[in-house]
Structure formats: C-alpha cells, structure tokens
C-alpha cells in the first residue's frame, strides 16, 4: 500500500536517510526504532506526502507521490490514519469534534456516527473528556485522542509516531490493543517507538517486523528484539 | 454563483475548522461597515446628480427664441430671411414664427389681454427646436448679424449646459467612487484574509493532515469573510442610508437639499451588502487559493 524505493532524504545539509526501502502490506505490522534524531518522524512524513523524497520513490496505494497533485495527496491521507509525534489539534474544537475531523473534512456529507465516536472516545479512555479542549488535556490523553482520530476513518495504513510517549504501561497497552485489533482487520499498521517493552508485549501478539534507523539507513533490528 | 451562495449557506462546519476570535473578524467587520456607509452616499450623490442633470437637460431641451426687432415694413422681410438662415443651420430642427395671439398671450400677463398687437412695435418671435448637439450659437449670431440685423438671439437656457455637464460629471464620479470602495475593500478583505490565513498556519496544517482539500480550507476561510462582510455591510449601508434619509429636504431646488433617493432609487441600497458579499467572498478566495498554494 506504500511503497519506498531508494528513499534519501535531506533538510537541507547532509543526507538524513539514504536508501531506504520500506513496503507497508496490507495486514503487515511493523515497529521502528532508532536513536532520537536518526529520522524515525522524518520517514513517516515522507510515508504520508508531508515531505517528499530528494532521491527514490515513494508509491502510495498504486501511485506515485510525486505524480499526485495536492488534491491527490488529500485523498490518500484520507486512507492514511497518522498519530502525531507532537499531536496536532485545532484548539478552539472540542476534543470530540477533533477526533471526528477527518469524517468532517472527507467532504462526504456524512458526519461522524456519534455512537461510533463515543466507544472510540471511551475506549481510548476519553469518554468524560470529550467536551473538553485539547490545552485542556494531560499529554497522555492527548495522545489518546490523536490515535482515536488516526482511526476513526477505518484507514488502510496506520503510522503511529510515539503514540504511547506518555501513557502509563496499562493504557499503552490498551493502545497497542486497539492497534493490534485494526492490524488484525488487515490494517497496515508502523509504529515508532523508542518502548522497547511495548515492542515485546505486541511481538506476543502479533507477527511483527522491528526496523531501526541508525547511520542513515533503514535495517531489520536485532534478534534480541 | 451557486458557489457564493454555498459559502453562505452550506457547510457551517467547513466554516468552525477556523478559530473565530482575532482583530481580522472586526477589521472586516468594520471595514465592510465602513465601506457601505460611503458607498450609499456615493450612490444618492450618484441618482441626485443624474436627476439634476436629466431635469435640466429637459429644461434646456432645445428651445432658443429669435427676436426680431425691426422697424415697421422691414419686419416681414427680415423674418423671413431669419426663418431661411435657420433652415441652413446645423442642429436646428424646426422653426416656427410666433402668431399674433401667442404673442398676446405672452404680453397679456404685463399689458393685459385686450393689447393692440399690429399696432405696437412688439417683436417678431420665432421659436427654435435644436436637434442633436444643438446649433452653434456664435456662428449663427455672426451669420445673423451680417444678414438679419434686427434679430436677437435669445438662447436664455444655454447657460445651464455647464451646469448639465457639472450634474452628469458628478453622476459618474459617483459610480467611479462606488468602484474604488469596492476595489479598496477588496484590498482590505485580502489583507485580512491574509492575515488570517497566517495565523492559522497550524490550524491548515491541522486539517490537511486529516486529509482536507485546499478547497475546503478555502471555503471555511471564504465562508467566514464572506459572511463578516454581509454583516457589516448590513450594518453600514442601514446607517448610511438612515443619514441620508435624515437629510434636509427644505428648498426642493438646491442640489445640497436634493441630496437624496427617490422612489425605486431607495432599495438601491439593499444591494451594498449583497455587493459587499460578492466583493469579499471573492476577495477571501483568491487570497486562500494564493496562500495555500504557496504553503507546504
Ligand atoms: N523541518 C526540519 N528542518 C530541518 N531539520 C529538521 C527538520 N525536522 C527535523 N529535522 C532534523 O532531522 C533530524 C531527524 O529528525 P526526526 O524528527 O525525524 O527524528 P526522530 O528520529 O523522529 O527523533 P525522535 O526520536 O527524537 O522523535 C533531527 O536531527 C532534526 O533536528
Ligand atoms: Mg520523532
């Protein structure tokens, strides 16, 4: 479904990642590490059209990114869900209608089954806060709510950046739960996350394939993983 | 158009993606406000000026009168050598010698109905029609002067031509004034559309991140502009056209207390918000489509 093909990419100074191949499949689950700075938020911009490569290919659902006009990109990222490492919201909306944004903006006409949105605000364990502005809420639960927005689109590809950076273990596993459920729907599901318990606790549950970026390229992580 | 009226009546969520406080929302508040109260001014100076102006041009409507003051005997002959030299001229398109009871009637108000008009020296009058740009009156003296020395031309309405002029000059002046409000409210819309759309820089990130078109980030900006700048302009064109209601009407004639609508000519106003939405909706477009298109 996304596809990356000799992927370099760079800010401006040296190359940040060379090389890269990555192919997200349908149902395939992955995690990717590395060190902080080695590019891990950076890959993932460029899975979702938010960077585009300086060298290599990136084919999103059959086409090429850089052949996509900005009408295309928002048409594929609707069937991309992405959990921001710095979760991003529109402050002035309540947190319900963040999570329900994607549905709004798909310009459908259709709005957000409200029964669906709040069993995904409580299972998320946001239920008593969906009236609330995103300021409003601790970092954990922010980064609840962005999940609960990534996917409330029924995406095809998930790409979670950090998604349990400040959740204690219980809710991260409750996260990872509903990730794994998703996965099991034959989502395409990447994770970046320096958690190596949570890497162990989904590798339980789920076949998993662990990348990590270090020196520029993307490799298969160690077996210890 | 269908989709100016989508900006206002459609999608009311597409317009809440966008924070709703900051001075842009009464920049242009006040701003189509503002606008609309001169534009409605610049309209009544507009319909006072182009009245004026057709009620005088009637007035002139091309009438001039020829006096003949000859003396007895030479009457006859130098009205019809008068009568000969206006049918030569340019811009003249009927003649015709007064009879003697229009000449009474003219008298009797003065002398009495009972006046001896064959027996007064009463000059011969002989009324011209002008056509089309009218005669030129220094050639025809001129010509009158070497052939009809007893006549008098008397084109006694020609003075108001300048002020005919004045009146249409200030006619367009007012739509010209109309236009420029129109264009500077334009440049002032887009300066806040533009400011807005820079302050929300997070806010579009936001959305494209979740996949909205720029179209639809378009809109919820248009939307928001579009329906400022009706409000406002409601408000302004209300206000304006109560103060030119309050004005003075004493004295029907002057041109300052003819300041004003008549008639038909009030609902005119009505179309100051309408225009004013039309001016803005197209304005806030333009400028989102620009700024979007040139941020990544
Ligand atoms: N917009 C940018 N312009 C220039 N440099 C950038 C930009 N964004 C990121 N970088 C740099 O690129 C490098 C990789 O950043 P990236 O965010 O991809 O790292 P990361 O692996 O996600 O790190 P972390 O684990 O801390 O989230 C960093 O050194 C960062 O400073
Ligand atoms: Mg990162």
Known sequence: MIELEGVSYSYGGGDLLQGVELTLAPGSFHFLTGPSGAGKTTLLRLCYGALRPTAGRVTVFGRELSALDRDGVAQARRRIGVVHQDCQFLDHLPVAENVALPVAVSETGQTADPGNLSELLAWVGLGARADARPPELSGGERQRAALARAVIMSPEVILADEPTGNVDWEMSQRLLHLLIELNRLGKAVLIATHDLMLIRAAKSQVQARVLRIADRRLTAAGADL | ?296
């Open chain 2, 1 to 296: 158009m269908r989709r100016l009226t989508g900006a206002l009546t459609g999608d009311g969520q597409a317009a809440r993606v966008v924070p709703p406080t900051g001075f842009t929302a009464w920049l242009t508040v006040f701003t189509a406000a503002a606008m609309a109260f001169l534009a409605v001014f610049a309209l009544a100076l507009s319909f006072s000026a182009g009245r004026l102006a057709d009620r005088w041009g009637e007035a002139l409507a091309r009438t001039a009168t020829l006096r003949i003051a000859a003396p007895e005997g030479q009457v006859a002959a130098q009205t019809e050598a008068a009568l000969r030299i206006l049918e030569q001229t340019p811009g003249v398109a009927a003649t015709r010698a007064l009879t003697d009871a229009e000449r009474r009637a003219l008298l009797a108000p003065w002398f009495g109905p009972d006046l001896p008009v064959e027996r007064l020296p009463i000059p011969q009058l002989i009324e011209i029609t002008e056509e089309g740009e009218g005669f030129d009156p220094q050639g025809l003296r001129l010509r009158l002067a070497a052939e009809v020395p007893a006549a008098v031309l008397d084109d006694h309405t020609r003075w108001r031509r300048p002020l005919v002029q004045a009146a249409d000059r200030l006619r367009a002046l007012g739509w010209a004034a109309i236009a420029l409000i129109g264009g500077a409210m334009a440049a002032m819309v887009t300066l806040a559309a533009q400011a807005a759309l820079a302050a929300n820089a997070q806010v579009i990130q936001v959305l494209r991140l979740v996949g909205a078109r720029d179209a639809y980030i378009a809109r919820a900006f248009t939307r928001r502009f579009t329906l400022r700048a009706l409000g406002g302009a409601a408000l302004g064109a209300a206000a304006g056209t109560g103060a030119v209601a309050a004005l003075p009407r004493e004295g029907a004639e002057g041109f300052l207390t003819a300041l004003g609508f008549a008639g038909v000519e009030w609902a005119t106003p009505l179309a100051v918000p309408a225009l004013a939405a039309v001016v803005a909706w197209a304005a806030t477009r333009t400028a989102a489509r620009r700024t979007l298109r040139g941020l990544d």
